[in-house]
């Protein structure tokens, strides 16, 4: 990975190697350097960091804002929202990031998310059922896109009647495309409009779920909510609320990230049990063995190849780097997972390996709320088609498989299989 000739040696290194085969691509620019200047997603620059111990420290040093604010003009800014769903936690640093954590962490409890696994299992079971009929199917189409937005639309309490197809709406935000840039636009005014109206009907009629919950927060006092779920009640202060935007914010990230990551977990973790029959064999008939085997492919192969951008507060040095305040930096999760100074022999999938410290969830205080619910859906999700079609195999040759073209996620496009 080089410069390109024309543009000089100080010029961002040219991307396509991430794009076409990223981890051999880290692996070069982890041996070559730790931090190097790379075109963003959106054409704009950025520092892309490499090595483990670099990636970690970064995630927990206080001067890597997340705030646009501090970011400088021609630097990489990630998306650009309506200020309805850009207050959310990935554009927060404390003290309010701290004061909105709070609040929806306790959606995330363990009691809470142990109450979705019977829901979570008969739509697996109802997914199966329909894919069985026919003797072939797309994973991600038929299997793990649906699974999570019904999972999502049961947390935040979406009526059958109304649930959409969140999945195009994503689509247009992770991978827009360039000869249709209205799609980006369009998604996005139907998610502000699906999220308004949706948090008026639960206004009006409150139910058991965790946007009536977050409603009560963000409109009653500690004292007023004596009758809340008891994750949410007699735990927060007087200061403790959410502004309007905020509230939509949350929606709107609960559901860009609780359904993104979690497809393209479930689909390419599905197409490693199908590159190794071995390993497969041994998940069925010993489920126990799917949690370490689900951490250890989070680490080989997770779906977030890069973690939101940060912007320094002040000049600072990462690896001996100098990067000057306000310039985004971009923290490389898939890099620092297979960096060999860490995780000996990177790139082999070994489910025995102790993995604790793997950064695929993040770390410190920016680490993924949702992780619990994500390891629980794809722990239900893998068990149950490997132990309904025994006799999985890909329906296509291995090398027709296509994954998406984009710095923001590694994802399967398809997953065509037959039993």
Same mark, same amino acid.
């Given at each position: 990975?080089?410069?390109?000739?024309?543009?000089?040696?100080?010029?961002?290194?040219?991307?396509?190697?991430?794009?076409?085969?990223?981890?051999?691509?880290?692996?070069?620019?982890?041996?070559?350097?730790?931090?190097?200047?790379?075109?963003?997603?959106?054409?704009?620059?950025?520092?892309?960091?490499?090595?483990?111990?670099?990636?970690? *420290?970064?995630?927990?040093?206080?001067?890597? *804002?997340?705030?646009?604010?501090?970011?400088?003009?021609?630097?990489?800014?990630?998306?650009?929202?309506?200020?309805?769903?850009?207050?959310?936690?990935?554009?927060?640093?404390?003290?309010?990031?701290?004061?909105?954590?709070?609040?929806?962490?306790?959606?995330?409890?363990?009691?809470?998310?142990?109450?979705?696994?019977?829901?979570?299992?008969?739509?697996?079971?109802?997914?199966?059922?329909?894919?069985?009929?026919?003797?072939?199917?797309?994973?991600?189409?038929?299997?793990?896109?649906?699974?999570?937005?019904?999972?999502?639309?049961?947390?935040?309490?979406?009526?059958?009647?109304?649930?959409?197809?969140?999945?195009?709406?994503?689509?247009?935000?992770?991978?827009?495309?360039?000869?249709?840039?209205?799609?980006?636009?369009?998604?996005?005014?139907?998610?502000?409009?699906?999220?308004?109206?949706?948090?008026?009907?639960?206004?009006?009629?409150?139910?058991?779920?965790?946007?009536?919950?977050?409603?009560?927060?963000?409109?009653?006092?500690?004292?007023?909510?004596?009758?809340?779920?008891?994750?949410?009640?007699?735990?927060?202060?007087?200061?403790?609320?959410?502004?309007?935007?905020?509230?939509?914010?949350?929606?709107?990230?609960?559901?860009?990230?609780?359904?993104?990551?979690?497809?393209?977990?479930?689909?390419?973790?599905?197409?490693?049990?199908?590159?190794?029959?071995?390993?497969?064999?041994?998940?069925?008939?010993?489920?126990?063995?799917?949690?370490?085997?689900?951490?250890?492919?989070?680490?080989?192969?997770?779906?977030?190849?890069?973690?939101?951008?940060?912007?320094?507060?002040?000049?600072?040095?990462?690896?001996?780097?100098?990067?000057?305040?306000?310039?985004?930096?971009?923290?490389?999760?898939?890099?620092?997972?297979?960096?060999?100074?860490?995780?000996?022999?990177?790139?082999?999938?070994?489910?025995?390996?102790?993995?604790?410290?793997?950064?695929?969830?993040?770390?410190?205080?920016?680490?993924?709320?949702?992780?619990?619910?994500?390891?629980?859906?794809?722990?239900?999700?893998?068990?149950?088609?490997?132990?309904?079609?025994?006799?999985?195999?890909?329906?296509?040759?291995?090398?027709?498989?296509?994954?998406?073209?984009?710095?923001?996620?590694?994802?399967?496009?398809?997953?065509?299989?037959?039993?």
């Amino acid at each position: 990975m080089q410069n390109t000739a024309e543009s000089g040696p100080d010029a961002p290194i040219d991307v396509t190697p991430l794009l076409d085969d990223p981890h051999s691509a880290y692996a070069e620019l982890r041996e070559s350097g730790p931090v190097h200047r790379i075109t963003g997603p959106d054409g704009q620059p950025a520092w892309l960091v490499t090595r483990y111990d670099d990636v970690r *420290s970064a995630f927990a040093d206080p001067r890597l *804002s997340l705030d646009k604010r501090h970011a400088v003009a021609g630097s990489y800014r990630g998306f650009s929202l309506p200020p309805a769903l850009e207050a959310n936690l990935l554009n927060m640093d404390p003290p309010d990031h701290t004061r909105v954590r709070r609040l929806v962490v306790r959606a995330f409890t363990p009691r809470r998310v142990e109450a979705l696994r019977e829901p979570v299992g008969r739509t697996t079971d109802a997914l199966l059922d329909a894919m069985e009929a026919h003797g072939r199917a797309d994973v991600i189409a038929d299997y793990a896109g649906p699974l999570p937005i019904a999972v999502i639309c049961d947390l935040l309490g979406v009526p059958e009647r109304d649930r959409r197809d969140f999945r195009a709406w994503t689509d247009a935000l992770i991978t827009p495309d360039p000869t249709r840039p209205h799609l980006m636009k369009e998604a996005v005014g139907a998610m502000l409009a699906f999220f308004t109206t949706l948090i008026a009907t639960k206004r009006a009629e409150p139910g058991n779920d965790l946007l009536s919950d977050l409603i009560a927060v963000r409109e009653e006092s500690a004292a007023e909510r004596e009758g809340m779920d008891q994750d949410f009640s007699g735990t927060a202060g007087p200061g403790d609320r959410l502004t309007e935007d905020e509230l939509t914010s949350l929606a709107f990230l609960i559901l860009f990230g609780g359904y993104e990551n979690t497809v393209h977990l479930i689909g390419k973790a599905t197409l490693a049990l199908l590159d190794q029959p071995e390993l497969c064999d041994l998940l069925r008939h010993d489920p126990a063995e799917l949690p370490p085997f689900i951490e250890e492919f989070m680490r080989h192969d997770g779906p977030a190849p890069l973690a939101i951008r940060r912007f320094p507060t002040e000049d600072l040095s990462i690896g001996g780097v100098r990067i000057p305040a306000g310039e985004a930096v971009l923290l490389s999760i898939a890099s620092a997972n297979r960096d060999p100074e860490r995780f000996p022999e990177p790139g082999t999938l070994d489910p025995g390996r102790d993995v604790s410290g793997h950064l695929a969830l993040g770390h410190g205080i920016h680490r993924c709320l949702g992780a619990a619910l994500a390891r629980m859906e794809v722990e239900i999700a893998l068990g149950a088609l490997i132990r309904r079609f025994p006799g999985l195999r890909l329906d296509v040759p291995r090398a027709d498989l296509r994954h998406r073209r984009t710095l923001r996620a590694r994802g399967l496009i398809s997953l065509p299989v037959a039993w």
